[in-house]
């Protein structure tokens, strides 16, 4: 760890472990049905960004090649992506979501949605609110 002042080190422990006990609390308003969050994770990666190959999803979930084939494998036997040839490299496939995912990724998005909006309205005040939205902003910063 670097040398930091001892208030920032704390502030900044207090904003991981918040964000941890934040993914978890979120993730457990998905309702993925049968899916890990992994699973979950990669069908909404294809949904928000379109068809991908097993390559290009793979790299961007931090997987070998092999194991999202595998994966890919698994959810197309479940009904949850098809493959079309890549007009740019035939040799590949491009592999998108099917409508029954869709609606499962958009559903479990819509859960948390609704839950977050929910505890926002019940927990703090308008002009609390209006704290948050600027703490947003100034966090945006982090990943920026």
Known sequence: ?????PKT???????RSF???FKRRL???SHAGELSWSQFAMLSRLERDGPSTVTALAKAEGMRPQSMGATIRD????????GTPDPQDGRQTLWAVTPKARELVLAARA???D?????IQKNYSPEEQDDIARAVKLL?????
Do not use: K, Y
């Not at 080190?9 to 904003?15: F, Q, T, V």
């Open 140 to 144: 945006e910063r982090i990943v920026e």
């Open 111 to 113: 859960a948390r949605q």
């Open 19 to 21: 964000i941890g006990n």
């Open 115 to 119: 839950w977050l909006l929910a505890a």
């Open 1 to 5: 760890m670097t040398d930091s002042n």
């Open 75 to 82: 959810f197309e036997a479940a009904g949850h992506v098809t």
């Open 27 to 29: 993730r457990a308003q």
């Open 9 to 15: 080190a704390a502030l900044a422990e207090a904003l």
